[in-house]
Each structure stands twice: as C-alpha cells, then as structure tokens.
C-alpha cells in the first residue's frame, strides 16, 4: 500500500517551525547564561548554542530546504493569503540561513557566547585588552557573514545584517531619518537644557532596597496586562526579554539602589517587548511568519510602554503614589511634580539606556555609524575606544570618562549583533507615530493611564502590530496602522509638547 501523499505546504511548514522551536529553546539557554548560569559554564553553553544554530542552519538552510520550499512555492496560489505570506518569510529566512556556510554561523555562536562571558568582566574593569582579542575574532566571522548575505540579498553587507533582524527597514529609510535627527536634535536639547536651567533640583529619591524595587517591578507588570501565571522577571546586567516562549514570558531588569528610575523604566521597556510576544498569533507560533515584525516594531513596543505611556503627566501621576506606597519615606519624594521632574531631567551621562527621549536616538546613531564602519573595514577594533569617544563629543557635546560608560557598555557587540543597533532608534520614530495615532483614534488612553490601565491602548495596538505579526510587510505595517510611512515628524512633536510646552505643575 502506497505511503500517503504528505502535503508539500504542510511539510515545509514542519520543517521551519521545528527550527523555530530550536531557536526558541536557544533564547532560553540565553536567558539562563544571562541570569543564573555559573560563570564557568560559559564555554559549554557556547557548544550548546553552535549546536542549535548549526541545526537550524540545516533545517531552513539545507538544498533539501530549498528543494521543499519550492514545491511548495509551486502550489502557493492554492494557500490562503496568511499562509501565502508566511511561505515568503520562510524564503528570506532561507536565503539568510543558506548564504553562509553553517559552521561559521555556528562559530560565530560559539565565540559570541564565550565573549559575553569576557565582557561582563570586562566592562566593570575597563579592560579592552581582554575583550579586543575575541571581538577581533567575532568582527571577522561577522565581515564574512555579512558579505556572503549581501551576495545573496543584492545589498550592502551592513544592510544585510540589518535585513537579518529587521526586514523592511534599510539603510535607505534609516540614512535620511538619522541624518535629520542629528541635525535637529543637539539645537532641541539646549533648548530644553536652558528651560530645565529655571527649573528647581528635584528631590533624591534616595536609597531604595533592591527587594522594594522588585515588588513594584511585579506590579508594574501586572499593570501593563501580564498574566501573572505566564510571566517572570529576573535581574540580568543588560535587561532583555526572551523571544519565542508563548505561555512562558520571561524578561528581565535591573537594580540600582541609588537609581529607582533604572529599574521602572527598564521593567516598562522588557515588559512592552514580552506584550508583543505574548500577543503574536498562537496558530502561527514558531513559523515565520508568525514571529515579530522585525527588531523596529519590537522595539516600538518597549518604547511605547517606558517612553510615550510610561513617561506621560496620565502615568506618572499614578505611578507617584504607587512609589509612596511601596517605598515609603518623606511623601514629598513621591508628589507628581518631583516625579515628574526627575523623570523629564535632560541626562548629563553616557549610558544609551539612562539616556533621556531626546539624547536616546544620538547613542544609537552613534554606534550605527561605528558599526558601518566596522564592517566596511574602514575602522579596526583596536580603534573603537577612541572612534566611539570622539563621534560622542561631536553628538552630544562631552566624552565618556572610561570604557564602562563608552564602548564596553552595551552587551550587543559581545553577542555578535552587528546591524541590530538602528532598531533602537528607529523604534522611537514608530513608538511615536503609533502612539499619536492611537490617542487620536481613542480618547481613553491617556485618562486610563491615569488609573494605571493599559488595557485601551492594547485594545489599539493589538489588532494593528501585534495579531499582524510578520504575515504583512514592514511598510505595510506602519501604514495601516498610522496612516503614513515612517518618518520623524511624530516623534519631533512629540517632544517638542513633552520637553517644551508642558510644565511640572
């Protein structure tokens, strides 16, 4: 009796969704590494993680891949449009997966892994010269990455890479807005800066235990919508959240008894990234195009929550008694205005993640820059330090005092994610556009965030980014939901209202 006919669409489905599930279990042994892992175990875990990354390389990558995709591409008029477009995505993942060989994206995870170990002892040290050689090492395989992609996807290397984690989102887009922010954004910010001048100093917060800040961290999350038997929060050096884990969502924050507005604006941030997962369409879980929109509609997600809803007069103004009441101490601490006056402080520091709304797209323009330039070669990595301080006087008008508050500070060049860095600004430009859309569509936004609920602005988003997933285009996207392409207008009004035009009364 004749073995049944396996469905070719269906097959290729199974094979791209087992290699999501692979990568999945990948973000878990990250979130382990990066939050309960014993430092030794760094070099195993690193075979660990080349082990995935080769097995999935085969699965998406292989000629046997190639030979289902097709098969199935033949038949794609029969598919329904979701299933049409998740075919697509599993296309471009191909074509990343197949355009390097296996073993360098496996050596890539392996040195990656063992370099996230040397940098956590690196940064608090400020030692580059122990974090020089691996990140030699790394730049190298990725060049190599980058170049054998570029081949495949018709681009330049550094837009393949950032086509790798945010399809729809080149260096055609990112160029012209980044250009029209650094040209606009010092003049905004000394404007600010001499408004601020007039301002009286803000009352310290003082010295709140770590245990304190992690009660609040909980309640916040709740707050957003997260259902407490889904979720959970850990401390980790550079906060993230895990992708790929629908019914586990796990993120992290961090402490600083000296600064409680790390801790809440990173729990707003990893907490609107770990919504957008949780929110993705069960029944495309783990195929691609059932995962997020790419790295800028992730990260418009967390800076919705930290930055557009979570630093608004509506939130603060219930978030102040809620610090009272889990901190405790003098109550003028906690009064809305002092709140609010710590919250809308210009920074005078070097840290992307402290950075304020408006010196927060400099940081990253400033490693975009330095990234294109790594990876065209016309900047060596034993030339990075002194690259990194000097573009930072120019953006922002000081230099950083050590390696720690410079070019050792963010995790991303240790973990090998080189073109991942655009993201973060551009993810504010959209952050912006959504949000001034969605309080324009919905009059109940703000008035509920003024109770501390975020149910209306999910009501909004969901349907808009989150249900969408990657089954549309980037562009399409971003239209349907704000009416207009990406640009920079919104987020320029935006802070133009928040930083110039609203008072602390």
Request: glycine fraction near 6%; include cysteine; hydrophobic fraction near 45%.
């Amino acid at each position: 009796m004749a073995a049944p006919q396996i469905d070719p669409f269906a097959r290729i489905v199974h094979r791209f969704a087992t290699a999501g599930k692979l990568q999945a279990a990948g973000a878990m042994l990250n979130w382990d590494a990066q939050t309960h892992m014993p430092p030794g175990g760094a070099w195993a875990r690193g075979e660990q993680m080349a082990a995935i990354t080769e097995v999935s390389a085969d699965l998406v990558g292989s000629e046997a891949a190639a030979a289902e995709l097709a098969e199935a591409e033949a038949l794609a008029n029969k598919l329904e449009p979701d299933d049409r477009s998740d075919l697509a995505e599993m296309r471009r993942e191909h074509i990343h997966a197949s355009a390097a060989p296996k073993e360098l994206l496996a050596a890539r995870s392996r040195v990656a892994q063992t370099l996230q170990a040397v940098w956590t002892r690196a940064k608090p040290e400020n030692d580059w010269k122990s974090f020089a050689p691996g990140f030699a090492e790394l730049l190298t395989i990725t060049r190599e990455i980058a170049h054998a992609k570029a081949e495949a996807l018709g681009t330049t290397p550094y837009g393949a890479l950032i086509d790798a984690y945010d399809p729809g989102v080149g260096e055609a887009l990112i160029d012209p807005i980044f250009a029209e922010l650094a040209a606009v954004l010092p003049d905004l910010i000394a404007e600010v800066r001499e408004r601020q001048a007039g301002w009286p100093d803000p009352i310290p917060f003082g010295e709140i235990p770590v245990e304190r800040q992690a009660a609040l961290s909980h309640r916040l999350a709740l707050a957003v919508g997260h259902d407490p038997d889904r979720f959970r929060i850990d401390a980790a050096p550079h906060p993230f959240s895990v992708p790929h884990s629908p019914g586990d969502v796990r993120f992290t924050t961090r402490y600083d008894t000296h600064q409680v507005k790390f801790s809440i604006n990173a729990t707003l941030h990893e907490a609107g990234h770990a919504m957008y997962e949780a929110n993705l369409p069960r029944a495309f879980a783990f195929r691609p195009g059932g995962m997020a929109r790419g790295m800028t509609a992730h990260e418009s997600q967390s800076l919705s929550l930290e930055k557009m809803a979570g630093r608004s007069r509506e939130f603060l103004t219930w978030l102040a008694p809620r610090m009272a009441e889990e901190f405790g101490g003098d109550p003028a601490r906690w009064s809305v205005s002092n709140v609010l006056n710590a919250w809308r402080r210009l920074d005078e520091g070097f840290i992307r993640v402290e950075a304020d709304e408006l010196s927060y797209p400099l940081h990253v323009i400033l490693r975009y820059r330095l990234e294109q330039a790594l990876i065209a070669g016309d900047l060596q990595p034993a030339d990075a330090p002194g690259a990194w301080d000097d573009l930072f006087q120019k953006l922002l008008g000081r230099r950083p005092p050590d390696l720690a508050h410079g070019c050792l500070q963010d995790i991303h060049w240790a973990a090998g994610l080189m073109g991942y860095f655009p993201n973060y600004a551009m993810g504010s430009m959209l952050a912006a556009q959504l949000f001034e859309r969605a309080t324009a569509d919905d009059a109940e936004i703000l008035p509920a965030l003024g109770q501390g609920d975020f149910t209306p602005y999910f009501a909004w988003v969901r349907p808009r980014v989150h249900e969408r997933a990657s089954l549309v285009s980037f562009a399409d996207l971003v239209e349907t939901a704000t009416g207009a392409p990406l640009r920079a207008d919104a987020f320029k009004r935006h802070v133009r209202r928040r930083y110039l035009e609203e008072s602390l009364d």
